[in-house]
């Protein structure tokens, strides 16, 4: 049975499935749509063209599909989109696209700590977490399970690959290749997500094929057009690496680059 608090503000036009939960000083204007077993917290407002899917919990003082921050935005009808088993946490600020994509989204399965920033026409996957105080850009793309760490910046239009990890306190301005752990400042590649990888199934072999993917972009002295020639040469072309090989040719700002060896 749904539950809207008689403090709640919902317009008629919205439509709210079955077990819904609706927690008090709450607004959802009219082009809503939420699924089945949500719940919102307090004071979460919930703007036209969202989409929330089944069995999401969105806390107390979230913002969904408000207006892009986009001078250019004319008041276009666009979307935020969030999938099904998501946990979006206190006060985070998730503004609908603008008419470059015509939505932003969020995949299923993700967490978004408190005060996250999910800027206009992002585009994030599934299984993914992102940390506390983080605020991206318009045009975002973060891979499926990707785990950013908290007080991240990413520049707009920023590339993060699938299974990569990003420490806190870090600024994205580059793109980020799959797999990949990085940190430090400025932010480097420092590795192969080697835990993350294990923990999802990667087997000994596809972690080894990996790591000479990436030493071949990073530590065999060649530039990004050698090792990606050398790599389609030398290396099995697993899904895997034609991954990180596709990434790193469809990257418009250029891939992060390496931490220096000794240092």
């Known amino acids: ?74 008041n276009e009808k666009t979307e935020f989109i969030i999938g099904d088993n998501c946990t979006i946490r206190e006060y985070c600020t998730l503004n609908r ?15 978004l700590m408190a005060y996250v920033h999910v800027a206009h026409d992002c585009q994030i996957g599934s299984n993914v977490i992102i940390a506390n105080s983080t605020q991206m850009g318009g045009h975002c793309v973060i891979g499926d399970h990707a785990i950013i760490g908290g007080i991240t910046g990413i520049h707009q ?20 290749p799959p797999y990949t752990l990085c940190g430090g400042d400025p932010l480097r590649f420092e590795g192969l997500n080697s835990i993350g ?29 050698q090792a990606l020639v050398w790599i389609k040469e030398n290396l099995e072309q697993t899904p895997e690496v034609n991954t990180v090989v596709d990434f790193v040719e469809g990257s418009s700002r250029g891939i992060v680059k390496a931490v220096r060896l000794g240092s």
Request: glycine letters at 8%; proline letters at 4%.
């Open 157 to 176: 239009f920023s590339h993060i690959g699938s299974h990569v990890m990003i420490g806190a306190l870090s600024r994205v301005v580059k793109d980020i």
């Open 197 to 225: 990888l294990r923990r999802r199934g990667f087997s000994r072999e596809m972690l080894a094929l990996l790591d000479r993917t990436y030493h071949a972009l990073y530590r065999q002295g060649m530039n990004t057009t």
């Open 1 to 74: 049975m749904t539950y809207i608090h008689p403090t709640a503000i919902v317009d008629p036009k919205a439509e709210i499935a079955d077990n819904v939960t609706v927690g008090p000083y709450c607004t959802i204007a009219a082009d809503v749509r939420i699924g089945e077993g949500t719940t919102l917290g307090s004071n979460v407002l919930v703007d036209n063209g969202a989409r929330i899917g089944a069995n999401c919990a969105i806390h107390q003082g979230t913002v969904v599909a408000t207006p892009p921050q986009d001078l250019k935005y004319a």
């Open 97 to 111: 696209a603008t008419t470059h994509s015509w939505k932003s989204t969020v995949g299923s399965n993700c967490l």
